[in-house]
């Protein structure tokens, strides 16, 4: 019976430091993911701000015909 009662104690003991390391993975892969949406939201900003505007400035444009 003791056998039976250490050999679930050394599983258990393995299956916590395998749940730690998975824990640490998805604590990575979380950061990671944060910082590559930020990365794609400020390329998103300047992809924006790049892009020209179809509305000329005021002083391109050619002036009425009535002028």
Not at 27 to 40: G, N, P, S, Y
Not at 56 to 61: G, I, Q
Request: aromatic letters at 2%.
């Amino acid at each position: 019976m003791e056998d039976r009662v250490t050999e679930l104690e050394i599983r258990l003991t393995h299956l916590e430091d395998t749940i730690d390391v998975l824990n640490k993975t998805i604590i990575k892969q979380h950061d990671a993911i944060d910082l590559l949406q930020l990365q794609v939201s400020l390329l998103e900003k300047k992809i924006k701000a790049s892009q020209s505007s179809p509305v000329a400035h005021e002083s391109e444009e050619t002036p009425p015909p009535h002028y």
